[in-house]
């Protein structure tokens, strides 16, 4: 079968994908930026991608006719603008007109359980994503899922964050709304089973797993499960932007993300019946069978796909070829080179860069710039990287954004998604034997360039100890 996937780049996407490929479907991928797409050499026969944004009309003309079925994976509850709803909408509209015209026989959307009378901002746009794909011709089949539990999802890692770093919290009352949880594992298998089967053909169903709790009993399930004791106490005096800026400060979500989850905390999302599970054969797991999968991942530095990689995680805007080519005319460089010993270990070492490894020289300078950049309200460096040693363009990386990654050629480009009074490149090439390290800088006015002069002395010993500790 011949499948178009949206939202190839995103969390679920690119889960999904594989998958998909191992029962032998030929995928169609739609990006908006070919160059943040990776895919395994072992799936390149099978899979097709083709660059749309389903805000641009014209670039649907990119989906053939010929597919099947396709998944609607696409949301963008925590983009930079504030009429997300009316872009969702608009995407949706424009999908079913384009699916319209194609012989594909069913659409399958992933949306959120929809089933409380007062619904938040981000719940109501699900909805009505909802109702504009059940006016195509082709069949529509909507699986409405809670709280996603994976390696990786924006809730389970700020549900390790909180439990990690907060011994005891004090709470927002919404902390006793309830939800019912779904593994990843769970929601991946009831797409793929419900792809092309009648019975779920024109139907909207609730998935989740077997235990309803509530936002508090997750937390303190999360910290049984890491061995760890903590306290938590609600207060109903929290208003939802101190609660917003409570998640924003404690882990690592963006400010714009922070606000909608907050919104939707306070709405109960559970299953109204699970009929699903039995027309589908599916037993879905428990919270804490889900909980114990996803911190085996994180163990084995295994994480699929992570929500951090996801452009809205950052100050991102654009694609990712845009960026690549880094300026010299009115910019300041600092550039370093430096003969290296050994070409693998060296690359092993930038290629580990970031995260929990670290900067390799004055790290608490690096978590001070992290501190002050979240205080004026950047993404700080507590995103970390979703895998220790392996990147790939369009992938985050603390505070900054992987535009070039390649192993062969030796060479890494980051693009800094902090507040700056300018842009700023970080390069990393090897040429024969020697490595150049590179630090750009295009200043925006006066106070770029008092900012640049201001960070000058610490790049004399930051990058020149980094530089070293590449090499050897």
């Known amino acids: 079968m011949k499948i178009l996937l949206t939202g190839a780049t995103g969390y679920v996407g690119k889960r999904l994908l594989p998958i998909l490929v191992e029962q032998g479907h030929d995928i169609i991928c739609c990006v908006r930026d070919k160059q943040r797409f990776f895919c395994p050499k072992e799936f390149e026969k099978n899979v097709k991608v083709i660059e749309v944004d389903f805000l641009k009309k014209e670039t649907l003309e990119n989906i053939p006719k010929d597919i099947d079925a396709a998944y609607y994976l696409i949301h963008s509850m925590s983009g930079s603008a504030s009429n997300y709803d009316e872009l969702e909408r608009i995407s949706a509209e424009n999908f079913v007109e384009r699916i319209n015209k194609t012989n594909a026989k069913q659409v399958i959307y992933l949306s959120g359980i929809v089933n409380d009378q007062s619904l938040s901002k981000h719940l109501s746009s699900r909805k009505a994503v909802e109702e504009v794909l059940n006016t195509g011709t082709f069949a529509t089949t909507t699986l409405r899922a809670g709280i996603i539990v994976g390696s990786g999802s924006a809730s389970f890692e700020i549900i390790r964050d909180?439990?990690?770093?907060?011994?005891?919290?004090?709470?927002?009352?919404?902390?006793?709304?309830?939800?019912?949880?779904?593994?990843?594992?769970?929601?991946?298998?009831?797409?793929?089973?419900?792809?092309?089967?009648?019975?779920?053909?024109?139907?909207?169903?609730?998935?989740?797993?077997?235990?309803?709790l509530t936002y508090k009993e997750m937390l303190l399930g999360f910290a049984k499960a890491i061995h760890l004791k903590r306290y938590i106490y609600t207060i109903p005096v929290m208003t939802p932007k101190l609660s917003s800026y409570w998640l924003y400060f404690v882990t690592?979500?963006?400010?714009?993300?922070?606000?909608?989850?907050?919104?939707?905390?306070?709405?109960e999302v559970i299953c109204r019946d699970n009929s699903i599970n039995s027309i589908l054969n599916i037993t879905p797991m428990s919270y804490e069978l889900a909980l114990s999968k996803a911190l085996v991942k994180i163990d084995n530095d295994t994480i699929a796909s992570s929500w951090k990689d996801s452009m809205v995680s950052g100050q991102f805007i654009g694609n990712v070829g845009d960026y690549l080519k880094v300026p010299k005319k009115n910019c300041f460089i600092d550039r370093r080179k430096m003969e290296i010993q050994d070409r693998a270990f060296t690359i092993n070492q930038?290629?580990?860069?970031?995260?929990?490894?670290?900067?390799?020289?004055?790290?608490?300078?690096?978590?001070?710039?992290?501190?002050?950049?979240?205080?004026?309200?950047?993404?700080g460096s507590r995103r970390g990287r979703t895998n220790k040693h392996d990147i790939h363009a369009g992938d985050a990386l603390d505070f900054w954004r992987v535009l070039y990654a390649n192993k062969d050629e030796g060479k890494l480009i980051l693009y800094a998604e902090m507040k700056l009074p300018g842009e700023a490149w970080l390069e990393f090439k090897i040429i024969n034997n020697t490595l150049y390290q590179s630090a750009t800088f295009k200043p925006e006015g006066i106070w770029g360039k008092l900012y640049w002069y201001f960070v000058l002395p610490f790049h004399g010993f930051i990058f020149n100890g980094m530089l070293q500790k590449l090499i050897r």
Do not use: H
């Not at 439990?163 to 006793?176: A, G, H, I, R, Y």
């Open 162 to 212: 909180l439990v990690q770093k907060l011994p005891v919290m004090v709470t927002p009352k919404w902390l006793n709304t309830k939800c019912q949880p779904i593994a990843i594992a769970d929601v991946l298998e009831f797409l793929t089973k419900s792809l092309l089967n009648p019975s779920t053909y024109n139907q909207s169903f609730d998935i989740g797993g077997p235990d309803i």
């Open 350 to 379: 930038i290629w580990s860069i970031g995260g929990e490894t670290g900067w390799y020289y004055g790290d608490w300078l690096w978590d001070l710039r992290g501190f002050i950049d979240k205080l004026f309200g950047g993404v």
């Open 252 to 267: 690592s979500t963006s400010y714009k993300l922070a606000s909608a989850l907050v919104s939707s905390m306070k709405v």
